[in-house]
């Protein structure tokens, strides 16, 4: 019964053979394939070629796991054993067919590889675009940090030439230098902010401001464009909105004016309003409602959603100047406030956008000692010189301030471009200021300041030394604020915050 | 004389090797991964027009896996040749290729050991160029089960060295 049902039932099924020296098949139980004998193994299947060399060892067992035989157009997946007993007897081979078992076996394999190799290859596929965004961001930083030289000179040099004799016809085409330059540093600061937005270095600065004034700054500015274009321009201030808040003013500012420079860009007749009221003030916050009303070509709903992307622009590019950037960073700084911009729109109609925004307030006290601090230049002595020495080695820079401060007749100004000559030249004289651009050919300007601030004499180290950057991210003034910097001023600057700032720190 | 040689093809799984025997013995291709368990054995024959003579090719199709010293043994015993296979799209599978080219010597040395570089189809070439710099030892092969790229090429130099 029991040998009935084995055979039935029995799952691994068992070959015997027995074998000469050289591998001709003697004897064989003809389980799993038949008729063999008198045929060499190696000719059942090349495997068995292996074995030849080991036919003639002396008593040795040797064990293969899963081998796939094709065997009378049958294929098996097997184990096979070889078992030797030196010349006395021929060896014996068996072979048992382990099929189902090893089937099993690859299904667990097959699954674990593919997820083992898919997961590297989307590993690899993120590293690589990882790397991409990356290259890109910072190319374009670099490219717009690398513009920005240039355009300093070309706005400065605009800004002298103003006060210089010109008749009407040379007036105009300077108002249009002035105007386009203005229009390309807008361009390059846009594209900065926003290939800083993509590397998360975009970050606000809270400080108390006075917002009556930035929006008393904003209508005086936006009216005139607007009635420049033909357009009516009407603002409402909510009375109610407290005079001192604490937020980023600048990227305040920016929002603002992106939105204003947004509706007039789009809008041809009729007017843009411009309202700011106060929803509510709770737990010491206040939230302030924005919104800019245009009465422009409006937007298709399909296209609602792109406006706020990068690089888009909705209508033929080629009728609308900017960089298409302006609502992507609006919608970005607006978020940074955990707040949302929305817009309602309706085509030839005209558009709205809006948001709340949250503010600090700011205790009485404080707003009083804080306001107008920075605007108050000291009166320097007016028939005091001052020695300035200047580390830069962009010559249009040190164009750009050797004009600025000449005109004022009050300084000398000593100029090095090599960043090994600065320490020798502080020993060797007397300055009342150093202005150092940062990133020199072959050194760091902060860490010439540092240099500076561990000098032996107390007037050398003690200079006060004013840094001459583009690269203002909050991470590079911590580090200028370590080096010993005292002040930075932003390029592309102007004459008056050059002059401000350097007023500042004279005696 | 009938001459025959074994050779193993080793290496990581889903490197190709299977791909490359089969584009050697039935010049097909499949992009469908069906992984091997255990061992696939092939034979074909090599003719060396150069000295006039036959070789027989005992390819053994093995398992990959993440590291070559769990492979069997047994399946080693008695091998002429290793091609040692890496994937040039995937660094996983030749981030060990030094270790492991040291314990196949190390296991079985005067055994004759080529390595190569499959699915050279992926990279342009100037990214193998810049592979190539960054893999020790030399890569003796780049090779593509998918075109056919130096897939013949390979056994026929081993054949040649084998005689
Ligand atoms: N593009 C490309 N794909 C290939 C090439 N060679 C193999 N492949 C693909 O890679 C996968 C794995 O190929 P296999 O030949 O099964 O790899 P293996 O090394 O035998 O894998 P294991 O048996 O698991 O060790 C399959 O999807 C193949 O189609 C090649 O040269 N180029
Ligand atoms: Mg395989």
């Known amino acids: ?507 | 004389m009938k001459i025959s040689k074994k050779v193993v093809l080793i290496g990581h799984f889903g490197v190709g090797k299977s791909s490359l025997i089969r584009r050697f013995v039935e010049n097909t291709f499949s992009d469908d991964y069906k992984v091997t368990i255990g061992v696939h054995i092939f034979k074909k024959k090599v003719a060396i027009t150069e000295e006039d003579k036959d070789i027989s090719l005992v390819i053994w199709d093995l398992e990959g896996n993440d590291d070559i010293r769990d492979t069997r043994t047994s399946y080693l015993l008695g091998t002429h040749a290793y091609i040692y296979v890496f994937d040039v799209s995937r660094p996983a599978t030749y981030m060990t290729i030094k270790d492991d080219i040291d314990y196949l010597k190390q296991h079985c040395n005067k055994t004759l050991i080529k390595i190569v570089g499959n699915k050279e189809d992926l990279l342009t070439k100037e990214q193998i160029k810049q592979l190539n710099k960054e893999i020790e030892p030399l890569v003796d092969f780049y090779t593509s089960a998918k075109t056919g790229n130096e897939v013949d090429e390979l056994f026929s130099k081993l054949a040649m060295e084998l005689i």
């Open chain 1, 1 to 507: 019964m029991l040998k009935t049902y084995k055979k039935e039932h029995g799952k691994t099924i068992i070959q015997y053979l027995v074998v000469d020296f050289n591998g001709q098949i003697l004897e064989s139980d003809d389980v799993l394939f038949s008729n063999v004998k008198a045929q060499n193994i190696t000719d059942i299947n090349p495997f068995f070629e292996t074995l030849i060399p080991l036919l003639e060892t002396d008593h040795e067992d040797y064990f293969f796991n899963c081998i796939h035989l094709n065997l009378n157009n049958k294929s098996i997946t097997a184990d096979i054993t070889l078992k030797t007993f030196n010349k006395e007897k021929y060896p014996l081979l068996t072979i048992t067919d382990l099929s189902s078992h090893y089937k099993h076996y690859q299904t667990t394999a097959q699954v674990r590889n593919e997820s083992v190799i898919n997961s590297q290859i989307l590993e690899l596929k993120n590293s690589y675009l990882r790397e991409k965004e990356e290259f890109k961001n910072t190319f374009i930083a670099n490219f717009s940090h690398e513009l920005r030289d240039p355009i300093t000179g070309i706005i400065t040099f605009s800004d002298i030439l103003t006060n210089t004799p010109l008749n009407d016809e040379q007036q105009n085409y300077l108002q249009i230098l002035k105007s386009s330059s203005n229009f390309l540093k807008k361009m390059i600061d846009d594209i900065l902010d926003i290939s800083k937005i993509e590397v998360g270095k975009l970050k606000l600065v809270l400080k108390p401001f006075n917002i009556r004034e930035l929006l008393n700054d904003i209508n005086a500015n936006y009216s005139i464009r607007a009635k420049e274009k033909g357009l009516e321009y009407v603002s409402t201030i909510d009375e109610k909105i407290p005079t001192q808040i604490g937020g980023d003013a600048i990227r305040l500012r920016q929002v603002l004016t992106n939105l204003l420079d947004n509706a007039i860009k789009f809008t041809e007749k009729g007017s843009i309003n411009f309202n700011v009221s106060l929803n509510q003030i709770r737990a010491q916050k206040a939230s302030i409602h924005f919104e800019v009303i245009d009465t422009g070509m409006g937007i298709a709903p399909e296209n609602i959603d792109s406006i706020f992307k990068n690089f888009t622009q909705i209508n033929n590019p080629l009728s609308f100047k900017g960089s298409g950037l302006g609502l992507a960073i609006v919608k970005y700084l607006v978020e940074l406030t955990h707040s949302k911009i929305s817009v309602e729109t309706e085509l030839g109609k005209g558009s709205t956008f809006s948001t709340n925004i949250n503010f600090r307030l700011e205790p009485e006290s404080k707003q009083k000692a804080k306001p107008l601090k920075k605007t108050i230049t000291k009166p320097i002595k007016q028939d005091k010189k001052y020695n300035i020495l200047l580390v830069e080695d962009s010559e249009i820079t040190q164009l750009s301030v050797l004009k600025i401060l000449a005109r004022k007749g009050q300084f000398f100004l000593d100029i090095v471009s090599d960043a090994s000559e600065v320490i020798p030249r502080i020993e060797n004289s007397e300055f009342d200021l150093v202005l150092m651009d940062i990133k020199l050919k072959d050194q760091w300007g902060d860490e010439i300041a540092k240099k500076i601030r561990q000098l032996p004499e107390r007037e050398h180290k003690r200079v006060p030394i004013i840094a001459l950057t583009a690269k203002i991210f909050s991470a590079d003034l911590k580090k200028y604020k370590k080096a010993g910097i005292n002040d930075v001023v932003k390029k592309p600057f102007d004459e008056i915050t050059l002059i401000n700032t350097i007023n500042k720190y004279l005696k």
